[in-house]
């Protein structure tokens, strides 16, 4: 097990080598955060993906080519060059797809990672044979622990020049990511946007296939930018959100892989983002799902509050004008709406703890308390002044207008309340229910 | 070239994987799912390592049940995360393959302290070798690969046959499915089980670059040439038939005329069903790239 002092050592960078990896990875991840940011945007997450596996065959080709041309056939910039060549083909290729047919991005993506991936198995099956051909796949599952000074260089060289170009397009990118359409309709140019959008993700992608690997770079363009779509609703936000989640995958799974030699850098720092996109889908504060279920359960009580208190203010209306405060049979409450018994309980239970509700010996009778009798009394007027703002100004059949209005009243704010009362003057401090009511017994 | 009986057994079997992995490609097509196959190939790593950690050996079908097991768990992750994070599909598909793959990588590593287990060898049959483990059914000496990829393909048949109308009617209008009362939930999993079942059984048998072509190539090629389900349903299966027949011919004819010795016949494969679609995008009656030019460049108002 790793000590205190190697684990503090590692993470602040002291050692040469571990330097290299992190500061490396995290380059990579910054780069690939904002640029496979467009990507989520643009519902092409798997473009890394498909893009990883078209430069398969440039690969091969190129080294077939350095080999008859006399030359070692494994000089990087030959194979990079190799790689991006059949990249920016595959992309194009998917680009032709997508506006020439009605196949839609995914099968487009999928063709090309197929078709593309499938010839590269078949030429690299075939140069196999020649001299100098063994560890050419070491460079489509590149390892990140065995990074070396010159990688990491050509890590930053592509990666600020990535992102500088995409900081730099960031209006037009965004107009081509929400609204392709009207970008195009107001003369943007909509295709060389989007081809050289997948020029960066091309590049990122060849620099990261190369020095980290295949699925590791996948998961780089999809995870943080996904991870950051639930922290905020502001592009610019998601950016450096996704840039910075990717950058601290890449830092802290790295740390962790040089702690432990034996476990593969790639897949830790998958696991690392993988678990900050968890955290992100549980505690987003955009949209994150626990935020979400407390809000919804939010409303949902506010709702069952209104709906339990109208009931009982129209209970009592039935009772003897005016209207006073009396007790109410429970059984009746139970009747005027169609709640199932437990709900009612659970509902009565929480009026009584917001003081809306006398406790009282007798469960079978309920006493609206003074606060309860006013924001009863409030909340039917309100219904019926939304009830008749629709009858009179939204033209709705007075037998259609109860559930429209109970839709929309449990969100009408004060100011909202007060126009509808100027709207609708003079009329009794709390109109009559347009539906019919039902006679007292 | 010669062509030899093992050659008919590697184009045999190849056609057999095809038109297994075609049919139900045909559903994911039109699902907009279509890189399950890619997504699921990737993602049982975990499954398998976890069945040989369990059972501490390599056997066939232990390994066969945990991949198919997490294939399935993939589309189901996947499925979650579309709707409670409310975010694209193929992010969900990406996020969940690649992390399953990291983790499957951890454990292979771990389990590969004890005994040798490469992923390179566990998990990818080639097409190639085939020939070299059969079953004897009577007389015939049948390769296994053969075996399971016919029974993969009879498997999609019985289903795609039985669930036909439900299938068809879950794919272009999941929320009709669901008022008729085909849950359409349910017939996503069904098919999503099949995706796996068959992905697995061909990928541990050919090797993975036929599961992930078949899967896409050809019936986005039939999507090309017809708009209607069972049309699409045949023409898929040609292609995909066709690839596997051309392209091991392909692998055969090609390197001796490139100067090299030999190719990747899965490759080919995949090679083949691309010239394949490129012939249906360029010459497609209805909305072929030929068509659109003539259309295109006839005369202003000609209503043809």
Known sequence: MPTLQDILGTILLQSYNTRVVVLGTAMLGLASGITGAFLLLRKRSLMGDALSHATFPGIGIAFALMISAGGSGKALPGLLTGATVSGVLGVLCMLAIRNTTRLRDDVAMGFVLSVFFGTGAAVYAMVQTKPGAAGLESFIYGKAASMVLSDVLLIFAVGLLVTATALLLLKELTVLCFDEGFAASTGWPVLTLDILLLVLVTAVTVT????????????????????????????????????????????????????????????????????????????????????????????????????????????????????????????????????????????????????????????????????????????????????????????????????????????????????????????????NSPHRIPSPP | MTWTPDDTWIAATGALCALACSLPGCFLVLRKMSMMGDAISHAVLPGLAIAFLVTGDRASLPMFLGAAATGVLTAVFTQWITRFGNIDQGAAMGIVFTTLFALGLILIVQAADHVDLDPGCVLYGAIEFITFDTISLGPLEIPRAALVNGGALLLNLIVIAALYKELRLGSFDPGLADTLGFSSGLLHYLLMTLVAVTTVAAFESVGSIIVIAMMIVPPAAALLLTRRLLPMLLLSSAIAGGSAVLGHWAALVLPPMLGFERTNTSGMIAFTAGLLFTLAWIFSPTEGLLKRHTAASGPPGDPA
């Open chain 1, 208 to 431: 990261g296939l190369q020095a980290v690997g295949l699925v590791l770079i996948i998961a780089f363009l999809i995870i943080p930018p996904t991870a950051a779509r639930f922290w905020t609703h502001s592009l610019r936000r998601m950016l450096v959100l996704s840039g910075a989640i990717g950058a601290v995958s890449g830092w802290l799974g790295a740390s962790v892989s040089a702690l432990f030699a034996n476990l593969p850098a790639g897949a830790l720092i998958v696991l690392t983002a993988a678990t900050l996109f968890l955290f992100s889908l549980l505690f987003g504060t955009a949209r994150g799902v626990v935020l979400k279920r407390i809000d919804q359960s939010r409303l949902q009580r506010r709702i069952g509050r209104q709906h339990l208190l109208r009931a009982a203010y129209e209970i009592l209306e039935t009772m003897g004008q005016p209207v006073s405060n009396q007790p109410i049979p429970r059984q009746r409450l139970l009747e005027h709406r169609s709640w199932a018994n437990p709900e009612l309980s659970r509902l009565l239970a929480q009026a009584r703890h917001e003081d809306h509700i006398e406790p009282g010996p007798n469960p079978s009778l309920i006493h609206l308390s003074e606060s309860g009798f006013g924001e009863a009394s409030r909340i039917t007027r309100n219904h019926r002044l939304w009830e008749l703002y629709l009858i009179t100004h939204a033209d709705i059949a007075p037998s259609h207008v109860d559930r429209d209005a109970d839709l929309v009243e449990h969100i009408l704010g004060a100011e909202m309340v007060r126009a509808l009362e100027a709207e609708l003057k003079p009329r009794p401090v709390i109109p």
